[in-house]
């Protein structure tokens, strides 16, 4: 004749009859508390992880093989641990992991063009994207007007951030002076000078003809 004993602490004690004798015995039965074990909320993430058991427990066995306190995992899915302290009890805890892919962000090479031109730099707009510019601005390209290194960071719905920065060189105009208006007599020429120094020379003439490559 058995009986099972659960949570109850305190003496237990057995007597037997046999042919008219009996016999006792006593035992002490006293029952631990299960150790509590937490490695939080479920989490989604853009990188990896390292994912903690409290410290102090006799043995820890991960879903993925580990025995150590803590592990680092780098892939979606569901992770758990199973610990047990001096008195061989044991308790569980399992975290939900999910990690999404880091934006692709691709400012293209750095460039440069002339003042006055309104040359946009940016992405493609995805409204599930936010963005934020170095300069300050939220949208998703900008006009710059001053040389400099722009970056770019653009965040997505799960908090993840991607950036990258594009440097844009704006060339100053240059100057050019072919002198005074010129009056000269019929049948007679007249030389129109252009300074040195440019790379291209492009002259308009009265009848509206471009004549390029002028050597001045």
């Known amino acids: 004749f058995d009986i099972t004993v659960s949570d109850t602490i305190g003496s237990y004690m057995?007597?037997?009859?046999?042919?008219?004798?009996?016999?006792?015995?006593?035992?002490?039965?006293?029952?631990?508390?299960?150790?509590?074990?937490?490695?939080?909320?479920?989490?989604?993430?853009?990188?990896?992880?390292?994912?903690s058991a409290e410290q102090g427990f006799t043995?820890?066995?991960?879903?993925?093989?580990?025995?150590?306190?803590?592990?680092?995992?780098?892939?979606?899915?569901?992770?758990?641990?199973?610990?047990?302290?001096?008195?061989?009890?044991?308790?569980?805890?399992?975290?939900?992991?999910?990690?999404?892919s880091i934006i692709p962000v691709d400012l293209g090479d750095d460039v440069s063009f002339c003042e006055g031109d309104s040359t946009p730099v940016?992405?493609?707009?995805n409204p599930a994207f936010t963005y934020l510019w170095s300069s300050g601005d939220t949208t998703t390209t900008i006009v710059p007007t001053t040389s400099g290194t722009y970056f770019l960071s653009v965040t997505d719905g799960s908090g993840c951030e991607s950036i990258d920065d594009i440097v844009i060189t704006i060339n100053q105009n240059p100057t050019v002076d072919i002198g005074t208006d010129h009056s000269i007599c019929p049948n007679s020429t007249d030389s129109l000078i252009v300074p040195n120094g440019f790379v291209d020379y492009s002259w308009t003439n009265p009848d509206g003809n471009v004549t390029s490559g002028v050597d001045p």
Do not use: E, K, M
């Not at 035992?27 to 508390?33: G, S």
């Not at 580990?66 to 975290?95: E, F, K, R």
């Not at 940016?122 to 707009?125: A, P, T």
């Open 122 to 125: 940016g992405l493609v707009n």
């Open 59 to 100: 043995s820890y066995l991960w879903s993925n093989g580990a025995t150590t306190n803590s592990i680092t995992v780098g892939a979606s899915n569901t992770y758990s641990v199973t610990v047990t302290d001096d008195n061989a009890c044991s308790a569980n805890d399992a975290i939900n992991i999910v990690i999404t």
């Open 14 to 51: 057995i007597t037997v009859t046999s042919n008219g004798c009996s016999g006792s015995d006593t035992v002490f039965v006293q029952a631990f508390t299960n150790p509590i074990v937490d490695i939080g909320n479920d989490t989604t993430l853009c990188d990896s992880l390292d994912i």
